[in-house]
């Protein structure tokens, strides 16, 4: 049996007067129903852009889509525009980062929630009104009733954030992405948001695509990790695999580089080098290679000439990566674990 | 260290060549070191005005609301808490962007609260900032040779034609090639950015830098590069920070001691280790319990969450009492009857609750009766007297220990 989402070979390119920014480079991923997926990578590393090609949200620009997006049988990337719009909504849905921009401050926020309730279901004002409150309730927000006739700026940041997850689950989509959605939030108010998805999920067994920088929200969220590098993934599968045995030096540097707040105080931080690379023209051979500390362990200048292919990984399973080391596992636990986590790598000796 | 001294198996670790390649083990608390920074009863009430040509004052927001504490020579005060907590306020306070309402600071000897601009001109070189955004930090259209060299002008710290030299000293001081001095901010990156926001802070050796969320609108692997620069500065020129941050993880690397805030006071401060390991503040609690946490999760365990209900009460008309106990599952009576002061409860280690405990220990009984002088349901005691100097920077050589209710000392 196929998966319920099925991500093959996703290539988005833009044409731009300086060349074609390759933001996403045959990414292929699988997620289904009940399950949650979370997509890791800086800034420019085409987490968001792969994602917005799912809802067809690259149609009416200059991008160049190709590959194929399978959503429950039907290949998103080949239906007209019409067919994509009915389902944008009501079968995939999106929550953004920013809840503020991502609203319209004119309208209430029960007028846009029941919006998009009314779009996809013929029903009269009144009960997009009733079903609108019933769904600020379930999203944990006070007093419904009044609430659904405030603006957007009268909500706080945590509130809106609800609003929007409201919105997005007002058709009950089968898929939801969430784009970064508690990154502009405080770590209390994100830890309800988490509760809230969570729930959420459970009750309506739908898939979560979620996209963030943070280790943490994955590490709490997801079942499978996809991380991306320069438009491509560098390592993917089960998340626990790839948080305790990860094999791409890219991915070391995503966990050296964020303190925590528990464990030792004696382990140390060590950022990645140097600056993201430019999709216009992204470095030969391996995109990480500019900012990797281990190339002189691969033979024959690899990292600088050939692009490594996603291989299974060395502990087996679901997990692959993308990278030349023959023994990645070794390297991390004599080299890296050590400074990031002295007293794990002791009790391992 | 000397070449001849025998490597001890720390210094041997120190030495180890990822150190040189720019790994950093977090900042250690030095406990005899000197206060740059004192502040006591720090206030700043902004008034709520109506609309209208007769414009009433109607309230006032309480942003920060009796703030005492002191910041090390050389060393690092932390300064969490949820937005709209006061926190970015103090530190505009600290550096006289604001006139407080009330309170002193006392920096290197002077109270400088209350002092003009005019007075506050020379002290402007001994305090300096890092903003949160460098984008909107720095000038689009001066050079980044324009923006670090303006502090020198202005201050007339060197000769003209000296200034071009220091800069770029300074440039390369932060990681950025010397040359890049005529360029424009649009074209760098958001990481090098905030290194031209750091050089700018620098350009004048202050003592203090309030750094304000120096790292949070930056990528992951950048942030870390920065941290370990200000690590780096604050090493070699022996400056004194106070880190204002609501990344809890990125406080615990860079600060040796840290406090929270909760709207507009401080409701718990302590050293690292205790903070973050042993917190007594239900409210403390609460923001470590909601921090995801990769390691923690990727080794299996998942520490259970305290769910904290609802919002921030608003500033303007703050609940009564204890300020936290609309959202805090030990609240009792007395919450809503006294105000619990911030009371010394270790060597290094304050915390403001008639319930302090530690997680999932916490008391039956107030263990604020005595300092506060009420029974425990917060109603006054005739006679009885608060026996303790409230609301004092720095701390003492005595304290409530917890667990006799009497006094000790160190």
């Given amino acids: 049996m196929s998966s319920f989402l099925s991500v093959r070979d996703l290539v988005v390119h833009f044409p731009t007067v300086d060349g074609v920014v390759k933001a996403t480079e045959n990414l292929s991923y699988e997620l289904d129903r009940g399950q949650t997926l979370g997509i890791v990578g800086e800034s420019g590393s085409g987490k968001s852009v792969s994602s917005s090609a799912i809802l067809g949200l690259h149609r009416g620009t200059n991008a160049e889509v190709s590959g194929e997006i399978m959503l429950d049988g039907v290949d998103l990337l080949k239906v007209n525009d019409e067919t994509i719009r009915r389902k944008r909504g009501r079968e995939v849905a999106m929550i953004f980062q920013d809840p503020l921009s991502a609203m319209h401050p004119y309208y209430t926020v029960g007028n846009q929630i029941s919006e998009a309730y009314r779009v996809h279901n013929n029903v009269s004002r009144k009960q997009a009104r009733a079903r609108t409150v019933e769904m600020l309730d379930r999203v944990g927000i006070p007093q419904p009733d009044r609430r659904v006739d405030d603006y957007p700026h009268q909500f706080s940041g945590g509130m809106r954030q609800r609003a929007m997850i409201a919105m997005a689950l007002i058709n009950d989509p089968g898929l939801l992405i969430a784009d970064e959605p508690t990154t502009a939030l405080d770590v209390t108010v994100q830890a309800q948001i988490l509760d809230l998805l969570q729930d959420l999920q459970r009750e309506f067994n739908s898939a979560i695509i979620i996209i963030t920088h943070d280790l943490g929200v994955v590490a709490e969220m997801a079942d499978d990790v996809l991380v991306m590098y320069a438009g491509r993934a560098v390592e993917y599968g089960p998340t626990k695999e790839i948080l305790v045995h990860p094999e791409m030096p890219y991915t070391w540097g995503l966990l050296s580089s964020v303190p925590d707040v528990v464990g030792d105080t004696d382990a140390k931080l060590i950022p990645i080098r140097g600056n993201p690379p430019s999709l216009l023209t992204p470095p030969a051979g391996c995109a990480f290679h500019p900012r990797c500390d281990h190339t002189d362990k691969v033979p024959g200048r690899l990292c600088f000439t050939t692009l490594p292919e996603l291989t299974p990984a060395r502990a087996g399973g679901d997990h692959t990566k993308r990278c030349h080391l023959v023994n990645p596992d070794e390297v991390y636990a004599k080299e890296v674990l050590p400074e990031i986590a002295p007293e794990m790598s002791e009790e391992d000796a | ?410």
């Fill in chain 2, 1 to 410: 260290m000397s070449s001849s001294e025998p490597l001890t198996d720390a210094s041997a670790a120190d030495a180890s060549p990822v150190e040189s390649s720019g790994a950093h083990a977090a900042s250690r608390l030095d406990p005899g070191a000197k206060a740059v920074l004192t502040v006591q009863n720090l206030r700043m009430y902004f008034p709520v005005k109506t609309s209208g040509i007769i414009r009433r004052t109607v309230g006032h927001v309480q942003a920060v609301d009796g703030v005492s504490f002191q910041v090390p020579t050389g060393g690092a005060l932390g300064l969490v808490g949820e937005s709209g907590c006061g926190k970015s306020t103090t530190g505009r306070l600290i550096t006289r962007l604001l006139r407080p309402t009330g309170g002193t600071i006392d920096f290197d000897g002077r109270d400088i609260a209350q002092l003009s601009n005019r007075e506050l001109l020379p002290l402007r070189r001994e305090i300096q900032m890092i903003f949160q955004d460098p984008a909107t930090s720095l000038n689009p259209r001066h050079t980044v040779g324009a923006i670090v060299g303006a502090p020198l002008l202005i201050h007339k710290v060197v000769p003209k034609d000296k200034v071009l030299p220091r800069v770029q000293e300074l440039l390369e001081i932060v990681g950025l090639n010397p040359e890049h001095y005529n360029r424009y901010p649009h074209e760098f990156s958001g990481g090098q950015r905030q290194r031209i926001g750091i050089a700018r802070a620098l350009t004048l050796q202050p003592k203090l830098l309030v750094a304000d969320e120096p790292v949070s609108a930056l990528d992951v692997s950048i942030q870390a590069q920065v941290i370990n620069l200000l690590q780096d500065v604050q090493k070699e020129f022996g400056i004194g920070f106070l880190f204002i941050a609501h990344d809890l993880a990125v406080v615990r690397h860079f600060c040796p001691e840290v406090a929270v805030m909760y709207l507009g006071k401080i409701v718990e401060i302590a050293d690292r280790e205790t903070l973050y390991l042993r917190p007594h503040h239900p409210y403390t609690q609460a923001l470590l319990s909601a921090v995801p946490d990769v390691k923690q999760a990727a080794i299996g365990g998942r520490r259970e969450r305290i769910r904290l209900e609802g919002d921030v009460p608003s500033p303007i008309l703050p609940p009564s009492g204890c300020r936290f106990r609309t959202r805090c599952s030990l609240a009792q009576e007395i919450c809503a009857k006294v105000e619990p002061p911030l009371m010394q409860i270790g060597p290094r280690h304050k915390v403001a609750c008639h319930f302090a405990g530690e997680l999932g220990h916490a008391p039956k009984e107030p263990v604020t009766m005595q300092v506060c002088g009420v029974d425990a349901h917060g109603s006054p005691v005739a006679g009885a007297a608060p026996d303790v100097q409230l609301n004092e920077p720095g701390f003492s050589d005595s304290w409530l220990d917890l667990q006799t209710g009497q006094r000790a000392g160190a």
